[in-house]
């Protein structure tokens, strides 16, 4: 009987624990702020939203710097997750975790992605560029001015019957007739050694004989020497402008620009010719 009596208490001491225990989680409620002010908060448990402006791996999870959504600010945080997390540069997100580093880094228990891509419209982007360079962006507006861009290395050929695929080491923007074309040929295009572009004006420099084009099948996995037209190059996606009012951005796309509804991509900053640009699926 006093047995029983002693594993009833037990009981009752364990289940009031766990009790205590839960209450006690719920009273663990995150302090609401800002990412500005983080630094005030050394120790504590917080929760604030940012946008990702970059993300690292380390051993044992993710690491993600993210900066404050306030377009005038210069504020960051490094946020180190023991978790890994699928996740992209202009995600909006929400950090819950405690503080560390007088508010430079943050150790965090979650982090919810409220929107994967930011947002946002042409003129915001061009009034603040700098702030979305490398940033995974949103955006509506009209395309103007589409172009297929070509790849000058990769070439179609003929002899004015049949066709033949060529790819070259470097682009090419020479002669484009009566041209000797000296490669390997794989069954599916013939890739040319690299000097010069594996292009040549005569036969002289060339240690064998030319085929036709006839006789390509014949050649498979061997060295050949043919010589061609240039018939045009291969294309690899579009060039085009978004254009909302007064405000226009390049961009570029694999996918035809008229048959998006948004565009969705990385904004980006050709530091060789000085402009801001969208990568479409980037």
């Not at 504590?44 to 377009?71: L, Q």
């Not at 995600?91 to 946002?120: C, H, P, Q, R």
């Not at 070259?168 to 484009?176: H, I």
């Not at 061609?228 to 226009?248: A, H, K, N």
Request: charged letters at 25%; glycine letters at 8%.
């Amino acid at each position: 009987m006093r047995e029983s009596k002693e594993i009833f208490v037990i009981i009752l001491v364990v289940i009031s624990s766990s009790l205590g225990l839960v209450a006690y989680s719920w009273s663990l409620k995150p302090i609401r702020c800002s990412l500005e002010d983080l630094k005030n908060y050394e120790g504590k448990y917080v929760m604030f939203n940012g946008i990702v402006a970059d993300i690292f791996n380390y051993t044992g999870g993710t690491g993600i710097e993210v900066k404050s959504t306030n377009k005038n600010s210069s504020s960051r945080v490094t946020v180190f997750c023991d978790f890994y997390i699928a996740i992209v540069p202009g995600s909006l997100v929400e950090v819950s975790g405690i503080v560390s580093d007088y508010g430079e880094t943050v150790n965090a228990y979650s982090v919810k992605i409220l929107k994967k891509y930011y947002e946002t419209t042409l003129e915001e982007v061009l009034r603040s560029p700098e702030y979305f360079v490398g940033l995974h962006i949103k955006l509506s507006g009209n395309v103007s001015d589409i172009r297929f861009m070509q790849n000058k290395s990769r070439l179609i050929i003929t002899d004015g019957v049949r066709e033949a695929r060529v790819f070259l080491s470097a682009p090419y923007y020479g002669e484009y007739t009566n041209l000797h074309f000296y490669g390997f040929y794989d069954g599916e295009k013939i890739m040319c050694y690299p000097e010069p572009y594996g292009i040549y004006l005569n036969s002289s420099e060339i240690p064998i004989k030319n085929i036709s084009f006839e006789d390509l099948d014949e050649h498979v996995g061997k060295e050949v020497h043919i010589v061609g037209d240039i018939l045009s190059y291969e294309t690899y996606g579009y060039s085009f402008y978004l254009c909302d009012g007064e405000y226009r951005l390049r961009c570029y796309s694999q996918q035809n620009p008229e048959k998006l509804e948004v565009f969705e991509g990385k904004f980006l900053y050709d530091y060789n010719d000085g402009y801001y640009y969208l990568k479409i699926g980037g």
